[in-house]
């Protein structure tokens, strides 16, 4: 491949195919945020080094978006999620779904499903499921990340640890990607606003673009200033 189609493809949209597999796997982001993790994605300059990494993968449907991208710019996408589901996701909590839970031990387990979204899109050699609780396996991780994508637990200790384990781990010119950020209280809880908010406070971070309640941030090569959790809610 030349040096300007190789940059073609790594520019390009998913195809019609990958897109409508993610419209039918179960999970919660609209297509057009996919589309723009797809982009931010595949934008990072390939002199950043390292993988892409989503923390929350429910049953594969960001996944999608990710490892494509993955695949077109010669990255791997690691998928850190225990699949238990969060908290919305219990019995009794607005968004469970009954048939996810695994009749043998009374719990969730999206781990099959998300298994045969990735099988069936083809993209089992770049996306690779790390199953376990994310603040484990931050505690272990030591590669820099050319693009982190939070989106898992959404209450107040798993969004903020999530923030404190995971972002300074993203390289330089890498980007950070955070998924329900809802700016108006109305609109959605608030511990992923309030990370994106110690993001760009940090200093470490400035922002690239927004969709829906996705924001996009870039790695600045400095620090993360230490910031401390909101305390007034
Ligand atoms: N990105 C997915 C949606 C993720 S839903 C999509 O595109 O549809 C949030 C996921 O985060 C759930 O699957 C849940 O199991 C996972 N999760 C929540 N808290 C977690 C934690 N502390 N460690 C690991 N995974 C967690
Ligand atoms: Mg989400």
């Known amino acids: 491949m030349s040096t300007s189609s190789a940059a073609a493809e790594r520019a390009a949209e998913p195809s019609a195919e990958l897109r409508r597999r993610a419209d039918e796997a179960r999970g919660f982001l609209p297509p057009e945020e996919g589309l723009a993790l797809h982009r931010a994605a595949c934008a990072v300059r390939a002199e950043v080094a390292g993988p892409l990494l989503e923390i929350g993968s429910y049953c594969g449907k960001s996944a999608l978006y990710l490892g494509d991208a993955a695949r077109r710019t010669g990255r791997v996408l690691f998928c850190v999620d225990h699949h238990r589901g969060s908290e ?50 931050a505690r272990w991780w030591t590669p820099p990340l050319a693009l982190l994508f939070i989106d898992g637990g ?29 700016p108006d209280p109305a609109d959605g809880g608030r511990p992923p606003y309030e990370i994106y908010g110690r993001a760009l406070a940090s200093g470490a971070f400035v922002e690239l673009e927004g969709c829906g309640s996705l924001r996009v941030l870039q790695r600045l090569d400095a620090p993360l200033r230490p910031t401390s959790r909101p305390s007034v809610r």
């Open 88 to 137: 919305e996701n219990q019995l009794g909590w607005e968004w469970h779904e009954p048939d996810l839970v695994d009749p043998a031990v009374g719990l969730l387990d999206t781990l099959p499903h998300f298994r045969r979204t990735v099988q069936d899109a083809g993209l089992e050699d770049v996306v690779v499921a790390v199953v376990g609780e994310s603040a484990t396996v």
């Open 154 to 182: 959404h209450g107040e200790d798993p969004a903020h640890h999530d923030y404190e384990c995971w972002a300074p781990l993203v390289a330089p010119g890498g980007r950070l990607a955070i998924h329900d950020v809802f």
